[in-house]
Structure formats: structure tokens, C-alpha cells
């Protein structure tokens, strides 16, 4: 597996992606999706110039943040369990999964316990899978205005995930709901936040996620191979 050979490969089709949709390639952010990894691997991709990883699990990331340097942006994809949010700290950039109130309640509390701000972005389920996070279309109205009462949370964007079984045809329109969402969303203020990232596109869409207006892409298995 050789770490630097994927990078340099998802960087140049990141770069291609952006120019055949007419956009800046440095308008999108790659996270290099860890989860899994072995410290020693991460660190051959940071070898490799990649600073910005995220991660699925809490404790797994609180391990690999001591080991790996201070440098290295940190960011949080996937499922967070209230219960978790007390192992946060600043060292985490952004979460991605911000799906339930509970969850904006409790960090809340531990942003105020803290003395710092979360960053977030709301989770939405696009392909309105049973199966799956994220807040409904039709809920972010709701949600994003009470983001105002919770004053150690910020929101910055919106993350979806696509179906695992859907055509090519379905994740596009999936990506595209979620740009026309934050298009929309962007019409009103609400305080607290900042309706700018789209956090969409992983191995097997990223290029896709461009085309629609992605910020920042999730790519595991191309970088890291198989898991
Ligand atoms: C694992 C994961 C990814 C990366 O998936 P790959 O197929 O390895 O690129 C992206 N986003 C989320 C939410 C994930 O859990």
C-alpha cells in the first residue's frame, strides 16, 4: 500500500473534478478518513503532507491525537453517542454528525463546562434511509433556529452520507438536495449559524460530490485501502 502514490491520485482527481465543474480545486478540503488505522499509518500520510483526518470513534481518536503531531486537523464523522462528548476537547476541528437535539444539548453543556465552542455541521438524511442519522430535510428549519439557545454550538454546514446501494444517478440527486438545502437555508439568519460547508462525497463518489458543490470530501479506502 503506498500511502503517498493514493494521495497524490485523489489529490490530482479532486483537482480535475473541481476544474470540470468549473471551481477551484482549493475550495475543497480532503479528510483522509482514518478510522481503523494504525497511528504508524496515519503518520506515513502525514509523511506524505496530509494534515487533516477524521475519525468515527472518540476513544480510538483520543489515542491517535496523543501519538500523531500537534499539527494534524481533526475531525469527527459518524454516530456520536452523548455519552462520548465528555472525551472532547478543542483539539477537535469539526463534527460532522450533528443529528439530534440531545446531542446539541450535551455539547452545550460541555462547551460551557469547557469554556469553548463546537463546531458543527447538521447530519441529514438525504436518501431518507430508516437506517441511517441525520435530521430530515423538512427538521433543519426547526433545528438550525434553535441552535440560537445554545450558545457553546456552531453550526457551519451540512454533511449527508449517500445510500450504499444507490445508482449513480440517486447519489447525485442526493448531493444536489443537500446543496439546494443549504442554498435555502442561507436565505434566513439564524444566529449561531454559518450556512457555508457541504460535507459530502467518500471512496466511491467524492468526484461526484464536487460536480454538486462538496467543500470538503470524506476518503478512506482510496488513500488507506481496504479496511
Ligand atoms: C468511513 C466513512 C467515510 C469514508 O469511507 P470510504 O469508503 O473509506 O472512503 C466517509 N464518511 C463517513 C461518515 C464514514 O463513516
Redesign the pocket.
Known amino acids: 500500500m503506498d500511502i503517498e502514490q493514493n494521495l497524490g491520485q485523489v489529490r490530482s482527481r479532486i483537482g480535475q473534478a473541481a476544474l470540470a465543474a468549473g471551481r477551484s480545486p482549493d475550495e475543497i478540503k480532503l479528510l483522509a ?1 482514518s ?1 481503523t488505522m494504525p497511528s504508524s499509518v496515519i503518520a506515513e500520510a502525514w509523511q506524505a503532507g496530509q494534515r487533516v483526518f477524521a475519525e ?1 470513534r472518540v476513544q480510538e481518536w483520543q489515542e491517535k491525537v496523543s501519538l500523531l503531531p500537534p499539527d494534524c486537523e481533526w475531525h469527527l ?2 454516530r456520536l453517542q452523548t455519552n462520548k462528548v465528555k472525551y472532547l476537547d478543542g483539539r477537535v476541528t469539526l463534527i460532522h454528525s450533528l443529528d439530534r437535539f440531545s446531542l446539541l444539548a450535551e455539547l452545550e453543556k460541555q462547551g460551557f463546562k469547557q469554556g469553548q465552542t463546537f463546531s458543527t455541521l447538521l447530519q441529514v438524511n438525504t436518501a431518507r434511509d430508516q437506517a441511517k442519522a441525520g435530521l430530515l430535510k423538512e427538521e433543519t428549519e426547526d433545528f438550525l433556529t434553535a441552535v440560537k439557545d445554545y450558545p457553546h454550538v456552531r453550526v457551519l454546514g451540512l454533511m449527508t ?1 449517500g445510500a450504499l446501494e444507490a445508482s449513480t444517478a440517486e447519489t447525485q440527486g442526493f448531493f444536489r438536495e443537500l446543496r439546494l438545502l443549504r442554498d435555502s437555508l442561507q436565505q434566513r439568519v439564524y444566529p449561531g449559524v454559518e450556512m457555508r460547508e457541504l460535507s459530502m462525497g ?3 463518489d467524492f468526484e461526484l460530490a464536487i460536480a454538486e458543490g462538496a467543500t470538503m470530501v ?5 488513500i488507506f485501502g481496504a479496511r
Open positions: 478518513v478510522k468515527n464523522i459518524g452520507i467518500m471512496s466511491q470524506r476518503v478512506g479506502r482510496q
